[in-house]
T-cell receptor, first 114, second 112 residues
Framework: GAGVSQSPSNKVTEKGKDVELRCDPI?????LYWYRQSLGQGLEFLIY????????KSGLPSDRFSAERTGGSVSTLTIQRTQQEDSAVYLC????????????FGSGTRLTVV | QKEVEQNSGPLSVPEGAIASLNCTYS??????FFWYRQYSGKSPELIMS????GDKEDGRFTAQLNKASQYVSLLIRDSQPSDSATYLC????????????FGKGTMLLVSP
């Protein structure tokens, strides 16, 4: 596609439920990133995928968070047993080989845990 | 842990004025710096990058880098109401070579 596509755009879930957030990066972009942005906070790095290399999971806040990227393209971020502090906008970005910092962000998924 | 500090604002300027946005960073070894713009309710978009000391100009935008003082600035000349947004400063690293550490951003309000 022309841009980074994320779904759903909004998700309201009950505390304790699991959620899956999807990201479809720009075709041909080898790098994919997940960040989250809480109200009044900056962008917090979560996880980074580069091609077929092992992902950099160093930003994941707890073992309730996991992510996978299938076929070097679509990525799914899973949050298990959601907590109210997980409420945030989850942003996915991708970048082309040779331009690692030229992120193109998706429109994000606004997650609300009630 | 790399840190990027920005004044949260809002910075209010009248239309046509110069807006000056500042950012300081903790890692003296940082080599490249990026400015992203984020409109309310939208995602960030890259507007400027700078790698060398001095100034880099792109249209109405000028990025200024001073590595000795560990700050980077973004100047917006002839500010327009459409420039009203939050401006995020970012440096590479923190959790990986190809990841960015972002500041919390400065909100800019340009009044007509």
């Amino acid at each position: 596609g022309a841009g980074v596509s994320q779904s759903p755009s909004n998700k309201v879930t009950e505390k304790g439920k699991d959620v899956e957030l999807r990201c479809d990066p720009i075709s041909g972009h080898t790098a994919l990133y997940w960040y989250r942005q809480s109200l009044g906070q900056g962008l917090e790095f979560l996880i980074y995928f580069q091609g077929n290399s092992a992902p950099d999971k160093s930003g994941l806040p707890s073992d309730r968070f996991s992510a996978e990227r299938t076929g070097g393209s679509v990525s799914t971020l899973t949050i298990q047993r959601t907590q109210q502090e997980d409420s945030a906008v989850y942003l996915c970005a991708s970048s082309a080989r040779g331009k690692p910092y030229g992120y193109t962000f998706g429109s994000g998924t606004r997650l609300t845990v009630v | 842990q790399k840190e990027v500090e920005q004044n949260s604002g809002p910075l209010s300027v009248p239309e046509g004025a110069i807006a000056s946005l500042n950012c300081t960073y903790s890692d003296r070894g940082s080599q490249s710096f990026f400015w992203y713009r984020q409109y309310s309710g939208k995602s960030p978009e890259l507007i400027m990058s700078i790698y060398s000391n001095g100034d880099k100009e792109d249209g109405r935008f000028t990025a200024q880098l001073n590595k000795a003082s560990q700050y980077v600035s973004l100047l917006i000349r002839d500010s327009q109401p459409s420039d009203s947004a939050t401006y995020l400063c970012a440096v590479p690293g923190g959790s990986g070579y190809s990841t960015l550490t972002f500041g919390k951003g400065t909100m800019l309000l340009v009044s007509p």
